[in-house]
């Protein structure tokens, strides 16, 4: 299978962008020392004309001492929850993000393009994230006014009055990834600073070059040193700040092992807070009455949606002995059945894939299950170029092989075949995994039983249909190795920040301070104001 060559449409061409830029305490700087060339995977026909990366520009390779001004920065706003931002009044706070908003409007082409040309992500979906992206702000900036709303009044208990309100909790250190680098990491850094904490910013390493064009965006909606952005290598950047024992919230998605290893470069974990989405092996449970047309269809998008690389992507397939047959032939016929191409072209499902190491490792993995028995059921299954994998669907899968065990991120299926409920089940108990599960089935005799066990062995049991994060309303999270803390429109407000209360005993004294102190909006904790 060769890399495919073809036109690019004017609409989809960009301009390198050689960014120089980064912000700390309010001020854009501009970068004068190494940087790092950004390609993406997508190929263009160089000076030779022979076809490679397209080079789409560069970025700051930043160091320890960049790293650490930014660090001193944040903690310098945050004052000890003494500085300008932690104690603006809510709505004062709201009126930034609001803005920011209307800025990042203007950004919306550039920053989807860039979204398919740096990960690879169809056009559609590329829209779709900076959309979703906006709508998460916007929601999230309504559920903090109904937070506020149920904290504007007092309560009494025992003869003590209290009102209570969530404070923030100070320095974020906040790292997104690079499956969907605007929206998964706005997800942690909106509602961070929404709380009143100030931020330290590393975009991920694929998909970093979407986030210079907000920027100015950034410096000019908020205070100084509420949000710093800094540029280069997780381990160089981030290891230095954690040392310093600065951080009191660590926002990262990704993987286990490097939030494990931050926190362990922290010097008072006992401190530190922490928001991780991590990986999962999210399966799905076909039951021998599931109706196959919703089955197929399901895990088709659940488990290739993005060419599989979602943490919430289905990464095991549990079929029924009594129906494996059929749903691996028609599940592998919808497989051969998905277009290829470029993230801009109409009806694309599978694109190229951004990591340039990804296609040797789904080939390893593919090989090592081969090897130990399993077969490649769909025609096209295993194809592979440079930066591109066409989906294999694995059958039979066992224990012995690393698909079973490893989370692809990739496009590779495997399917296991049951004949007790018990087999599928006791794999998700001992799994490190604990995110989502789908079950597939018609007979509440049959699923009722499942859920009961299925709810204290993941967070979120999806009835025919595929595993999700939306509606983001809903709470995100995970047991065991998949996450620590809950996300969502509401939940993450919670995340970020802490109850803190006045405490008053009744009595005539309190009382008229009480009263004076909301009326006269000396304090802007102490406010019974309704925000409309």
Same mark, same amino acid.
């Given at each position: ?16 962008? /050689?960014?120089?830029?980064?912000l700390i305490d309010g001020e854009i700087k501009e970068w004068k020392g190494s940087t790092t060339k950004v390609f993406s995977s997508i190929q263009s026909p160089n000076k030779e004309n022979v076809m490679k990366p397209t080079l789409l520009g560069s970025v700051p390779d930043m160091g320890e001492e960049t790293a650490l001004e930014a660090s001193y920065a944040a903690e310098k706003a945050f004052n000890r929850g003494q500085g300008l931002?932690? #104690? ?44 979703? #992206? $906006? ?23 025992? @003869?003590? *009055? ?73 381990? #160089?950047?981030?290891?230095? $700040? ?63 949606? %993005? ?12 079929? *029924? ?5 059929? /749903? ?32 040797? %490792? ?27 994998? %066409? ?18 991120? @990739? ?21 490190? %995994? @604990? ?5 597939? @089935? ?33 709470? /995100? ?10 996300l969502s429109v509401f939940d993450a407000l919670r995340t970020f920040s802490i109850r803190t209360f006045v405490a008053s005993k009744d009595n005539e004294i309190n009382t008229s301070i009480l009263k004076k102190l909301v009326e006269s909006e000396d304090s802007n904790f102490m406010s019974t104001e309704y925000l409309f």
């Amino acid at each position: 299978m060769s890399n495919i060559q073809q036109i690019i449409p004017d609409g989809i061409k960009i301009d390198p962008i /050689f960014n120089t830029s980064y912000l700390i305490d309010g001020e854009i700087k501009e970068w004068k020392g190494s940087t790092t060339k950004v390609f993406s995977s997508i190929q263009s026909p160089n000076k030779e004309n022979v076809m490679k990366p397209t080079l789409l520009g560069s970025v700051p390779d930043m160091g320890e001492e960049t790293a650490l001004e930014a660090s001193y920065a944040a903690e310098k706003a945050f004052n000890r929850g003494q500085g300008l931002w932690p #104690t603006l009044p809510v709505k004062e706070r709201i009126k930034c993000l609001e803005n920011f908003v209307e800025k990042m409007r203007l950004e919306r082409e550039l920053v989807s393009k860039l979204l398919m040309w740096e990960i690879g992500k169809t056009r559609i979906d590329s829209y779709k994230e900076f959309d979703k #992206t $906006i709508t998460y702000i916007t929601d999230t900036i309504e559920a903090y006014k109904k937070l506020d709303r149920k904290s504007a009044r007092f309560e009494k208990e025992s @003869g003590i *009055h209290a009102h209570i309100r969530r404070s923030p909790l100070g320095v974020v250190l906040c790292l997104g990834p690079y499956n969907y680098p605007l929206n998964e990491t706005f997800c942690l850094l909106i509602p961070a600073i929404l709380m009143g904490n100030t931020t330290v910013f590393k975009p991920a390493k694929l998909g970093v070059l979407l986030i210079t064009p907000l920027l100015k965006a950034f410096q000019e909606s908020f205070p100084p040193g509420v949000v710093n952005i800094v540029f280069g290598r997780g381990r #160089t950047i981030a290891s230095p $700040i954690m040392r310093t024992g600065k951080i009191d919230v660590l926002a990262l998605i990704g993987h286990s092992s490097s939030a494990v290893a931050l926190q362990d470069q922290h010097p008072n974990k006992n401190k530190l807070r922490l928001a991780l989405g991590l990986e999962a092996k999210n399966p799905a449970i076909i039951l021998p009455d599931a109706d196959l047309d919703i089955a197929v269809k399901e895990c088709i998008s659940g488990s290739l949606s %993005y060419n599989g690389q979602r943490c919430t992507a289905l990464k095991i397939l549990y079929v *029924h002995d009594g129906i494996v047959d059929e /749903f691996n032939k028609r599940f592998a016929k919808a497989v051969d059945e998905l277009k290829y191409g470029m993230p801009w072209e109409e009806n694309v499902f599978l694109t190229p894939l951004p990591e340039p190491n990804k296609p040797e %490792y789904i080939r390893d993995l593919v090989d090592d299950a081969l090897q130990n028995g399993a077969k490649i059921l769909n025609a096209r299954g295993g194809e592979m170029t440079s930066n591109y994998c %066409y989906p294999a669907v694995l059958f039979p899968v066992s224990k012995l092989m690393k698909v079973f065990h490893e989370e692809q991120f @990739g496009p590779v299926v495997p399917i296991v075949s049951f004949s007790n409920i018990n087999e599928p089940l006791n794999d998700i108990a001992e799994s490190n %995994y @604990g995110q989502q599960v789908s079950i597939f @089935g018609k007979d509440t005799k049959s699923i009722g039983p499942l859920v009961d066990i299925l709810a204290n062995l993941v967070c979120r049991i999806n009835l025919n249909s595929a595993c999700q994060r939306g509606p983001d309303v809903y709470p /995100f999270t995970g047991r065991k190795n998949s996450a620590v803390a809950t996300l969502s429109v509401f939940d993450a407000l919670r995340t970020f920040s802490i109850r803190t209360f006045v405490a008053s005993k009744d009595n005539e004294i309190n009382t008229s301070i009480l009263k004076k102190l909301v009326e006269s909006e000396d304090s802007n904790f102490m406010s019974t104001e309704y925000l409309f």
